[in-house]
């Protein structure tokens, strides 16, 4: 990727290139058909043109939930526990430092069965710091790899013939359907942004403002039909900055309105449509775009005014996802810019707030 710093600090080229390499070794070991725990060590390196390679190192505990389990393509979710060196810090590259920083791991990946025992993976995961520096952010690793199995028929540490199915031809069916009528949905969801800034001089560490902002978001939600979703909400904000000592830290309430739509659904909208990634259907995901406004005495523009009056209006258009288990629980997820109206008309600070909850049917 790009990297800024050099038209910003030195001037010698603006189109300088910042490359990340990492390697991965995993060991895994199947608890049941669709559960595995595994090890991983890695190697980060890091490099700027004219530059010595920064090399970092780390390991992790996780544990992998199979949502095609013995099928020629799978689809898996990891999460886990990670230690290491590496450091994504302030506005300069991400670089090894003298300490250890942990970090909550979760991924997303696909294995595609070339032989009962050599397959390909390719996927994406996610580390979010849990302790480390105060400057340190996210980062995302994508990869793609080779995984071997050194048993060639699929075992677990546990076998019951009482456990035993008879197996049904395998047919893969793209999209799941029912006809179950949903009519309410309660739901919580949590939102949060992050905005650093730091000063342009080289080796510059600690940062000339920070802001955060956290929200809580309980949600009552109607089924107009099966396509159509709408609701009410209420929101709790929580807001902290290190520029200004009056308005460290404050908080505020709002209520506001919002509707989604589900695309997959609009050509029958008396069924719930969605992407089929079990072969029984008890797990679906589905797209999904929405719109929320929102009034309240709380305004990420004005937050020393937290409390005073009920006058702030924002809006946000988002799309996303919705992973769903058993037609009854999701997950979701959007991103979304918020936009502000009225006399402090405005843009959120980042380009996309990211919204994650869990939400009940029935």
Not at 87 to 105: A, K, L, T, V
Not at 187 to 211: C, D, H, K, V
Not at 293 to 322: I, M, R, T
Request: glycine content about 8%; hydrophobic content about 35%; some cysteine.
């Amino acid at each position: 990727m790009k990297l800024e710093r050099y038209s910003i600090s030195s001037n010698v080229n603006s189109n300088e290139f910042y490359y990340e390499n990492t390697t991965n070794l995993a060991l895994t070991w199947p608890i049941t058909e669709r559960l595995r725990i595994g090890t991983q060590l890695m190697s980060i390196a890091n490099r700027v043109i004219r530059e010595p390679i920064d090399r970092s190192y780390g390991g992790s505990f996780f544990a992998q939930f199979n949502f095609r389990a013995q099928k020629r393509l799978g689809i898996y979710l990891e999460t886990g526990y990670a230690l290491t060196n590496h450091c994504p810090c302030g506005d300069e590259e991400g670089r090894s430092i003298d300490r250890i920083n942990h970090f909550f791991q979760m991924g997303l990946g696909a294995n595609f069965k070339v032989k009962d025992r050599i397959h390909l993976k390719a996927g994406f995961i996610n580390y979010s710091p849990l302790q480390g520096p105060e400057d340190i952010y996210n980062w995302t690793q994508p990869f793609i790899g080779l995984k071997y199995h050194y048993s060639k028929k699929y075992n677990t540490p546990v076998k019951s013939r009482f456990l035993k199915k008879p197996k049904k031809p395998e047919t893969y069916v793209l999209f799941w359907e029912d006809d179950k009528i949903r009519k309410w949905n309660f739901g919580i969801t949590s939102a949060g942004i992050t905005f650093t800034e730091y000063q342009s001089r080289p080796g510059q560490t600690t940062p000339l403002a920070r802001y955060r902002e956290f929200t809580i978001v309980p949600r009552v939600n109607y089924w107009f039909n099966q396509a159509i979703l709408l609701g009410v909400q209420g929101t709790f904000y929580y807001y902290e900055n290190n520029l200004d000592p009056i308005i460290n830290q404050n908080k505020g309430f709002g209520i506001g309105l919002q509707s989604r739509f589900y695309p997959l659904c609009f050509k029958n909208p008396n069924k719930f449509r969605a992407i089929r990634i079990s072969k029984n259907g008890n797990w679906n995901i589905s797209p999904m775009l929405g719109v929320e406004v929102h009034f309240a005495n709380y305004s990420w523009l004005a937050p020393q005014e937290a409390g005073a009056k009920w006058q702030y209006f924002d809006a946000q258009p988002y799309v996303g996802f919705v992973l769903s288990y058993h037609q009854l629980l999701n997950f979701t997820w959007s991103v979304g810019p918020t936009f502000s109206v009225g006399e402090n008309e405005g843009t959120s600070p980042v380009n996309g707030v990211r919204i994650m909850g869990l939400e009940y049917n029935f």
